[in-house]
């Protein structure tokens, strides 16, 4: 899969803008704070409808503006697309491919792979669950439908179910209505964890490798998915833990308080891990994302690495321009002489200056 271009109007702090690029590596480079990222960002919005950072669509629509638009061609497996997203401060965005309007934000995702490195990514071991099951969920995601599906519905009855735990005491019939939302999140429930075990499997076979090579096959890095209870007694839990969930008004049990652990060794690295061993299996988790979207789509992802390389000592640099040679690559950095020291092939350089954008080759 390649981005062949994008056009930004009233994104973040770009009034108009139009890139097209090359399929190989575009290196994006100038000082801090000057719209580098912006472009990244606008690039994996477009293609998965989440901004990266989490961020609501009204941060994202330029000061004094009420809607901002991105409208992104690309190619995959010799066909072309267009999307095009209204974001919009009063409404839902809007979202149309290939000039044809889809009613679901969820129709969009799967059409293209992306994987977005940024410095945060490197702390996400030694961060909090949400974290990690953000990762699982975002990758998920953009590989399976079924996934999306599930999640979606998980997520609306267990916002209904803690809604309703809030106000239980103003509802007579709040225990009737809970047997239902209960049902609703094992149905869903169940399936997300069965999902996200496969899953893992699948990872466990890419990253080990990785982390092998990049820590000079010193270290043995395994994934496991903690999940908090089995499928089978999902049901069963909930109603132990109903007077408890009153009481707390929030649900305790299920697949969204589940988490991803690291062991290099027998050891939980999340825990006692040194930093540079928390970063080294980051880098391994984002690498073996990529191969992962090859095996499962059969084509290859669009990377993204903001600021990255400057976080990571000159080995790791290394190991991680090896990887990427055959894939796009969108790179964001303040200077590049990184790039020069290791030979790295540039194919198109963009300077960027208080959000003015200059082709510089």
Known sequence: MVVESIKLNHFRNYDNLELRFDKGTNLFYGNNAQGKTNILEAIYLCGTTRSHKGSKDTEIIHFGEEESH????????????????????????????????????????????????????????????????????????????????????????LN???????????????????????????????????????????????ICEIHNRLSGKREHLVLEYENQTETEEFSKK????????????????????????????????????????????????????????????????????DDVLSELDSSRQKYLLESIHDIQTFITCTGIDDFVNYHFKIDKLFEVVEGKVTEKN
């Not at 239980?168 to 429930?189: C, K």
């Not at 059969?298 to 993204?304: F, N």
Request: hydrophobic share 40%.
């Open 70 to 157: 991105i409208c992104m061609e690309i190619q995959k497996k010799n066909l072309s697309y267009r999307i095009d997203m209204h974001l919009k401060k009063s409404r839902a965005k809007g979202i149309a491919i290939n000039k044809m309007p889809v009613r679901k934000a969820s129709e969009l995702i799967g059409l293209g792979n992306f994987v977005f490195f940024s410095p945060e990514d490197l702390n996400i071991i030694k961060n909090g669950p949400s974290e990690r099951r953000r990762f699982i969920d975002m990758e998920l995601c953009q590989l399976d439908k079924i996934y999306i599906y599930h999640l979606s519905n998980y997520n609306k009855a």
């Open 160 to 206: 209904q179910r803690n809604k309703l735990l809030k106000d239980y005491f103003f509802y007579p019939e709040a225990d009737v209505m809970l047997d239902v939302l209960d049902e609703q999140l094992v149905t869903h429930g169940t399936v997300l964890i069965n999902l996200r075990k496969s899953f893992i499997m699948d990872l466990n076979q890419i």
């Open 238 to 305: 909930l109603a132990e833990n109903r007077e408890k969930d009153i009481k707390t008004k929030m649900t305790n049990h299920g697949p969204h308080r589940d988490d991803l652990c690291f062991l290099i060794d027998g050891i939980d690295i999340r825990k006692f891990g040194s930093q540079g061993q928390q970063r080294t299996a980051a880098l391994s988790l984002k690498l073996a994302e990529i191969e992962i979207v090859r095996q499962s789509v059969k084509d290859t992802p669009v990377l993204l690495l």
